[in-house]
């Protein structure tokens, strides 16, 4: 044990009390590796949503076809014939665009664009990309 005299007076070389810089950087590393994370879960489930959307505007559009040959004038439906079945919810905002290539009431595939992103569906097969500005 130091004897009393050796504590009388402040050191001379006090250091605040902080964090060092290795801390700081261990915490601003996980923070970005957590907003990297959090990122990449909304765009994951944005492009699971606009899948699903693009895959009931398919279904819509075929109903629709089918509906138009029935009655004996078919042509193949367009964006405002869908709103009814697929509702304000996932039209609004969006660009559809329905693609029957023999005009046999057989939908071939529809292009869904809405925020920037593009997705195609056919039956079996969802494509999505980015739309290039």
């Known amino acids: 044990m130091n004897p009393i005299k050796n504590y009388q007076y402040a050191p001379r070389d006090n250091q605040p ?3 060092s810089r290795g801390f700081a950087l261990a ?3 996980l923070l970005l590796v957590a907003a990297l994370v959090v990122g990449g879960l909304v765009f994951s489930s944005r492009n699971s949503t606009y899948a699903a959307n693009a895959q009931l505007v398919y279904m819509a559009a ?3 076809a089918i509906e138009f040959e029935a009655l004996g004038h078919y042509h193949v439906p367009v964006q405002a014939d869908l709103v009814a079945l697929i509702g304000d919810d996932v ?3 969006a660009v559809i665009q329905v693609v029957d290539e023999n005009n046999d009431a057989t939908i071939d595939y529809i292009i ?3 925020s920037g992103l593009t997705t195609k569906y056919s039956p079996g097969k969802t494509d999505a990309a980015k739309t290039s500005k």
Do not use: L, M, R
Request: hydrophobic letters at 35%; proline letters at 0%; zero cysteines.
């Open 112 to 114: 869904y664009s809405k």
């Open 27 to 29: 915490v601003v590393s």
């Open 62 to 64: 075929t109903a629709k």
């Open 91 to 93: 039209n609004e905002g």
């Open 17 to 19: 009390v902080g964090f």
